[in-house]
């Protein structure tokens, strides 16, 4: 059964850094990708960042990544979202999502399987 544990949300300050972890079961990351997607109320899940041991790592959109780091503890089959030098906008829920596929996305809409969410909140 596949299943998604996000964790590391809270509350921030301005230019504070947060560490998010998506603790994956019921398949394995060797094969296939996980996304970190993020989604203000009343509005659509942004895609942030894919995770691919078989392809290059993406950044949604392509500006994060000097602040946004996507890694792999592979021992404990878990992805990581680094996130430094956070801003209010990047206040969110942030959720962990899989497609069981080998191949990234930042379409929320091609997911199948998604985590709880964890609450980022940053303050000015």
């Known amino acids: 059964q596949v299943r998604l544990v996000e964790s590391g949300g809270g509350l921030v300050h301005s230019g504070g850094s947060l560490t998010l972890s998506c603790a994956a079961s019921g398949f394995s990351l060797d094969f296939y990708v996980i996304g970190w997607f993020r989604q203000v109320p009343g509005t659509e899940r942004e895609g942030v960042a894919c995770f691919s041991a078989s392809r290059a790592n993406m950044y949604f959109p392509d500006s994060l990544k000097g602040r946004f780091t996507i890694s792999r503890d592979a021992a404990k089959n878990t992805v990581y979202l680094q996130m430094n030098n956070l801003q209010p906008d990047d206040t969110a829920v942030y959720y962990c999502?899989?497609?069981?596929?080998?191949?990234?996305?930042?379409?929320?809409?091609?997911?199948?399987?998604w985590g709880q969410g964890t609450q980022v909140t940053v303050s000015s």
């Open positions: 999502a899989t497609n069981l596929t080998p191949q990234c996305s930042g379409n929320a809409k091609v997911y199948d399987w």
